[in-house]
C-alpha cells in the first residue's frame, strides 16, 4: 500500500519533525508513506482557501482514494481506521491520499473530491500535530492489521 499525506503547510518545531520522522520509519516497514507540503496562506478568506486547495489538488491523483481529516468527519476508532485500510487493500486499492488542512481548514472543493471524510477527535488539535497523530494511527492500523502487540 502507498500512503500519501498532502499537508497544508510546513513543521516549524524540531520535535514534531523528529516524531514524523520515527513514525515514516515505522511505517516503512509495512508500506510506503510519502509526506508532501504545500504551502499556505497566511490569509483566511476564502480567497486563500482556494488557493490551498488548488496546491492540495495538484498533489492528488485521479486513481488515489482520498481521505480527508476534518472536524466535521466521521469520527473513527483505531481499529475502524485500521479495518477501512485492509478494505481499501482487498477491494484493490494500493493508494490513498490523506489531506490535512491548515489552520483555516480545507475549501469545499478538497471536501468534495474526498472519498472518505474522517475526524481524529472531537477534541481540536493544531493541524502540525494532526500530521504526528495521522502517522501515529497509520502505524497502529499497520500493527493491528498484521495481529502485532503494540501498547494500547
Known amino acids: 500500500m502507498r500512503?500519501?499525506?498532502v499537508c497544508v503547510g510546513r513543521l516549524k518545531e524540531k520535535y514534531l519533525r523528529e516524531a514524523c520522522a520515527e513514525y515514516e520509519k515505522?511505517?516503512?516497514?509495512?508500506?510506503?508513506?510519502?509526506?508532501i507540503e504545500v504551502?499556505?496562506?497566511?490569509?483566511?478568506?476564502?480567497?486563500?482557501?482556494?488557493?490551498?486547495?488548488d496546491r492540495i489538488m495538484r498533489n492528488i491523483k485521479e486513481t488515489e482514494h482520498v481521505i480527508t481529516l476534518e472536524i466535521g468527519g466521521e469520527p473513527v476508532s483505531s481499529e475502524g481506521l485500521a479495518a477501512r485500510m485492509s478494505e481499501l487493500a482487498v477491494r484493490g486499492i494500493s493508494?490513498?491520499?490523506f489531506i490535512i488542512g491548515g489552520s483555516n481548514g480545507l475549501?469545499?472543493?478538497v471536501s468534495e473530491r474526498a472519498d472518505q471524510s474522517l475526524s481524529?477527535?472531537?477534541m481540536t488539535f493544531p493541524h502540525q500535530l494532526a500530521?504526528?497523530?495521522l502517522l501515529e494511527q497509520?502505524?497502529?492500523?499497520?500493527?493491528i492489521n498484521n495481529n502485532e502487540k503494540y501498547h494500547k
Open 3 to 5: 500512503i500519501k499525506i
Open 26 to 35: 515505522r511505517i516503512s516497514g509495512f508500506g510506503r508513506v510519502s509526506i
Open 39 to 53: 504551502q499556505d496562506e497566511n490569509d483566511s478568506l476564502p480567497a486563500a482557501l482556494s488557493i490551498e486547495a
Open 95 to 97: 493508494d490513498i491520499a
Open 107 to 109: 475549501h469545499p472543493s
Open 120 to 122: 481524529l477527535s472531537n
Open 131 to 133: 500530521r504526528v497523530i
Open 138 to 143: 497509520i502505524y497502529r492500523a499497520y500493527k
